[in-house]
């Protein structure tokens, strides 16, 4: 099973570095926070559930070797913590890892300072694990909306690269070919950084999945042709509501599906919802350098002094949206209502 990310034995925070795939497989091996933190801004290490995980490692190894009292041993990870947080926006599963890993020390503040790091190194481990399983389970439980022999489309990439490892909606569409169900998919090629072309498409050739590329002007078309059976993306927060922010460009496509009557699928973990907010509107949205735009792979595509906007997510109203697939279960409109008897019953767990 690929992890994009892990703890090493003596606790490097292990990556693959996806700014250089599919080209070549790098493996970095971070020892400072600082490092974790440029990992991230810089999406070597990218998608909700990964960037969660990596801050929970992050946040461990920073305080890892210190063996000071209390009162320092806490400011050092507020100041980790800060550090992390300030990374990216829009994914909330990075605050909810990193206010994870707090608790851990709010729940046991008599504890040595010793005992404290095992009891982090465990947690940051545990959220790993349990996002694993996570995926496994949305997968299993996103097949079964699939019809035989899908068309599937996604955007981005909502894989194994993505998460603890397995994916999200490329969880869903693993378990589906398993299964027999998914005969192609339709891999849009996510500009401006190709997670798609990049990531997408590679996690595909290593699993053997059949897939096309295309890029993201072409999925108006292939539906309008009959050439896609349902849509499939991840999330990078979920309101209240059921309002979604994912990868520049889901939007469009959940428009297009709309129209032309396919199902239009969020398969995201518990960990991807914000009940803080009651609608996306209000879901902070990333604004990336604009050179990610007016260039491609580093080579300049427009005129000098051209200028460009970059936004790096947008948000498909809940009205757009067939299915939640989480691993507690689907969760179909009314969202409000639905997400919240769903998410309730998880506080009682
Ligand atoms: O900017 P990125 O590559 O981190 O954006 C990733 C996405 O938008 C994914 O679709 C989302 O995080 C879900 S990942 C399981």
């Known amino acids: 099973m690929l992890k994009p990310v892990y703890l090493t034995e003596d606790d490097a925070v292990a990556i693959i570095d996806q700014r250089r795939l599919p080209l070549e497989v790098v493996w970095l091996k971070l020892r400072a926070v600082s490092e974790v933190a440029e990992a991230i801004k810089t999406l070597a290490v990218r998608g909700a559930p990964a960037i969660g995980i990596a801050a929970a490692y992050g946040v461990y190894i920073a305080v890892k070797d210190f063996t000071e009292g209390y ?29 994870r890993m707090e608790r ?38 996103g097949a079964e909306l699939l019809p035989d022999g899908a068309r599937v489309l996604t955007h981005c990439n909502a894989g194994a690269l993505a998460t603890g490892g397995y994916g999200t909606a490329l969880g869903v569409v693993r378990k589906g070919y398993e299964k027999g169900r998914v005969e ?32 993201d002007n072409m999925a108006g078309f292939l539906m309008s042709k009959g050439m896609v059976d349902v849509v499939i993306v991840g999330a990078d ?52 350098n604009e050179l990610e735009v007016l260039e491609f792979r580093g080579v300049r595509v427009t005129p000098k002094g051209a200028k460009a906007y970059n936004p790096a997510f947008d948000v498909t109203p809940s009205e757009l949206i067939s299915f939640i697939v989480t691993e507690k279960g689907v969760i179909e409109p009314p969202f409000s209502k639905n997400i919240e008897a769903l998410l309730r019953n998880e506080d009682k767990v």
């Not at 507020?78 to 550090?83: G, P, S």
């Not at 010793?114 to 982090?120: D, N, S």
């Not at 849009?188 to 999945?209: N, S």
């Open 71 to 99: 009162d320092a041993f806490y400011e050092r990870f507020r100041k980790a913590k800060k550090l992390l947080a300030s990374t990216r926006p829009t994914a909330v599963n990075l605050f909810w890892a990193l206010d």
């Open 104 to 141: 851990v020390l709010k729940e046991n503040p008599l504890l040595p300072v010793h005992k404290l790091v095992k009891k982090l190194r465990a947690e940051a481990v545990k959220i790993q694990e349990e996002d694993l399983e996570s995926c496994i389970r949305m997968g299993e439980l």
């Open 184 to 215: 192609l998919v339709w891999v849009d090629e996510t500009r401006p950084l190709l997670q798609g072309a990049r990531l997408t498409a590679w996690e595909m050739e290593y699993e053997g999945i059949p897939y096309k590329v295309v890029t």
């Open 237 to 288: 927060r979920i309101a209240a509501n059921g309002d979604t922010a994912n990868k520049i460009g889901t939007y469009s496509l959940a428009v297009l599906a709309r129209h032309h009557r396919i199902p239009f699928i969020v398969a995201a973990p518990v960990s991807t919802f914000d009940l803080s907010l009651s609608r996306g509107a209000d879901i902070p949205i990333e604004e990336r």
